[in-house]
């Protein structure tokens, strides 16, 4: 089925984009820096792709969950979403664990004599 995986990832990203907004972890924290730490995350991601399929070690194999969208040669459109997805993630998770690690170091330090 043609664009299952586009769909997923679509899906995924909502998913992100709504717990971002309601603890504000990453986009709804400071806007223009998660845009630039978005940017600079896909596009090192992009290049990473484009090396990995210039040197044979990426490529597309089965496509029956693809649109089959190219962007370049053997990175699909779905490596796009996949890539956002992935970066959000990470800062999501970032955003939520730091200041789980600064409220515990506080706490520890209230302890030390």
Do not use: H, K
Request: aromatic share 14%.
């Amino acid at each position: 089925m043609p664009g299952l995986y586009l769909a997923g990832l679509v899906v995924s990203l909502v998913g992100m984009t709504v717990l971002d907004a309601r603890f504000r972890l990453f986009f709804w924290r400071a806007p223009w820096r998660a845009a630039a730490v978005m940017v600079v995350g896909v596009a090192f991601f992009l290049f990473w792709d484009a090396l990995g399929v210039a040197l044979g070690i990426f490529f597309i194999g089965p496509q029956d969950l693809l649109t089959g969208v190219l962007l370049a040669p053997d990175v699909p459109l779905e490596e796009l979403f996949f890539l956002l997805l992935l970066c959000y993630t990470t800062m999501n998770l970032v955003g939520f664990v730091q200041p789980l690690v600064a409220r515990g170091l506080r706490r520890s330090e209230r302890r030390r004599p």
